[in-house]
């Protein structure tokens, strides 16, 4: 199995294993960062208000956000 194909496999079964943040319930999405693929709430990159940020207490280390491949799976 060539190392593109496993990346991609990697990434399907990390989305098939949380395929929703167990905080909110919205659905993950693979996200390229830092040099490496994250599984990531979707929720974390919608704008809240200010309002709603004082409002509420959500943290973002609350909701999925976690490397699940790095720039050594694919050298």
């Known amino acids: 199995m060539s190392n593109p194909t496993r ?16 905080r909110c319930h919205a659905p993950t999405v693979a996200e390229w960062r830092d040099g490496a693929m994250w599984l990531v709430c979707s929720s974390l990159s919608e704008p809240k208000s200010a309002l709603r940020r004082l409002l509420t207490i959500d943290p973002a280390a609350w909701h999925t956000n976690r490397p699940i491949a790095g720039l050594e799976a694919a050298a």
Do not use: G
């Open 7 to 22: 990346i991609v496999d990697t990434i399907e079964r990390a989305e098939r294993e949380s395929p929703t943040c167990p």
